[in-house]
């Protein structure tokens, strides 16, 4: 654009005296007639060009002024979306009311605490403010958006947990089947045995699949310490023989 009206003073000053100092393809586009001659040109007053030259020059500043506006506030958008909110930051509404804590980010979700509920968003719903991150909705409104996360968690779970079903870990591997359910524990039965665990320490994943939460050396450790106790208990009944 620069380039372009550069030449198109260089054609206003120089084509009344000396057209050859101007390439007739600089000079149709903006000053040639319909029959595409320059006599148009040459017969009009210097002042009317010169108009037409700065009207293009002022367009190009304002392009200008605009583009680079763009650019800053990408770049601090970017700047902000890089960095992002940090953990133990706490999250405001827009009108500066407390909603909740970050305890953790990972993967593009937060797990944020409100006092009442602890659960997860993602990191993209949270905004840059005066004082911190915010979120667009209150902390009545994100609680009862957990409570119901919440309901419907159990519900899954509840469903999912039944004698027969196969139990994954969280890294999902299938590590055994329930065995037995009775009330708020199930027997979830390893290769290498039966352990009782207590309903909340289940759960079901994306895929609707029944997970256990226990880490699957936890649950050795307390595989083999049920062992443990049990050979130690029919050492002491028979009298230590």
Known sequence: MIDRIAVDIICLIYIPTDPGRCPERHIRPLFAGPSGATDRFLGDTPIAALQEVAINKESSMKFKTALTAAAALTLATAAYAQVGPEVGATIYTADGAEVATIESLQNGVAVVNTGSHTGSIPANVLGEGPDGPVISVTKAQLDQLFADQEAQAIAARDAALITGATVMSTDNVEIGTITEVNGDTAI????????????????????????????????????????????DAEVEASGGQ
Do not use: H, I, K, W
């Open 188 to 231: 979830l039965t390893l290769a290498d045995g039966p352990l009782t665990l207590a309903r909340d320490q289940f759960a079901t994943n994306q895929t609707g699949a029944l997970v256990v939460l226990v880490p699957q050396a936890d649950l050795m450790a307390a595989l083999n310490g049920a062992a443990t106790a049990e050979v």
